[in-house]
Nanobody, 116 residues
Framework: QVHLVESGGGLVQPGGSLRLSCVPS????????MGWYRQAPGKQRELVAT???????NYADSVKGRFTISRDSAKNTLYLQMNTLKPDDTAVYYC??????????WGQGTQGTVSA
């Protein structure tokens, strides 16, 4: 079992930046892929970005060129650097992990709000 804790959300003006962090615990050596998803009010949860153990990344078209997913193995932390934020980026952001056994874990979510 993998437990995930996110942090770093907040309120930022359009054009600003936020950095989200996610720290996994538990069976971390079974993690195959980690990622960030988001859910805006009244909308379904959607993929933002994923990263594999080999550091292969994948991004939603809506965030390409603005967001960067990365991980620091020494700190056991997953990051999402979000730049040039838009009001449409306002959502609850969730950290996600999928293990080699195809078990999926979710964090509790962190709110990111982009507003003037």
């Amino acid at each position: 079992q993998v437990h995930l804790v996110e942090s770093g959300g907040g309120l930022v003006q359009p054009g600003g930046s936020l950095r989200l962090s996610c720290v996994p615990s538990g069976d971390i050596f079974t993690i195959k892929t980690m990622g960030w998803y988001r859910q805006a009010p009244g909308k379904q949860r959607e993929l933002v970005a994923t990263i594999t153990r080999a550091d292969s990344t994948n991004y939603a078209d809506s965030v390409k060129g603005r967001f960067t997913i990365s991980r620091d193995s020494a700190k056991n932390t997953l990051y999402l650097q979000m730049n040039t934020l838009k009001p449409d980026d306002t959502a609850v952001y969730y950290c996600n992990a999928v293990t080699i056994w195809s078990v999926t874990s979710w964090g509790q979510g962190t709110q990111g709000t982009v507003s003037a």
